[in-house]
């Protein structure tokens, strides 16, 4: 299941790889925020070869499930997320430092990594990706009413005729009194 390329089999010639990744081993990762709503997720690799140095191009697509932070109602999101990253031969990213001149520490790019020279793992990367490309704070729509702070109910589907003009209100209210008692 492991998503490597063997150095050896890449050249200058753009050679593309597509495999799959179990959706659990990420959705385990992100906290138990978001879900696996598919088994796997589709990897795209296109790499190439230069030398020491690999070009590789990933596309990384998957579903998970989640609860809407507002409403808390389910949602389903989709990944899908591109990303480049080199690697370089090795013991070549620490080959920059301590050199002086215009020098941009390869080290300082996440980017960049480096190979063992026989092969390349991709699976952290992929994962780190599809973490990346899914939010913070999921929503079921961008214009979630949420629930009512007061009974709780599903503002996007039903009213209620809670005031919440008085809860808004209240802190001033309540420090209003305080003024008053002080005096
Ligand atoms: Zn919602
Ligand atoms: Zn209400």
Redesign the pocket.
């Given at each position: 299941m492991a998503i490597s390329l063997s150095i050896a089999s890449l050249n200058a010639t753009p050679q593309t790889r597509e495999a799959s990744l179990a959706t659990a081993w990420c959705a385990e990762r992100l906290a138990g925020v978001y879900e696996a709503a598919a088994p796997t997720m589709a990897i795209a690799v296109t790499a190439t070869r230069h030398a020491d140095v690999v070009e590789a191009h990933v596309r990384v697509q998957g579903t998970f499930r989640c609860a809407?932070s507002?409403?808390a109602?389910p949602v389903e999101l989709a990944v899908d997320a591109e990303f480049d990253h080199h690697f370089v031969g090795p013991g070549q990213l620490d080959a920059g430092d301590g050199l002086e001149g215009d020098d941009v520490g390869l080290n300082d790019d996440p980017d960049v990594s480096e190979h063992d020279g026989a092969q390349i793992e991709l699976d952290e990367l992929c994962i780190e990706h599809a973490i990346l490309a899914l939010p913070d704070v999921p929503?079921?729509?961008e214009d979630?009413k949420?629930l009512c702070p007061r009974c709780g109910i599903n503002r996007?589907t039903e009213t209620c005729s809670c005031d919440l003009s008085e809860d808004r209100a209240s802190p001033w209210a309540k420090l209003a009194q305080l003024r008053v008692q002080k005096d």
């Open positions: 809407c507002r409403c109602e929503l079921c729509d979630c949420g996007n």
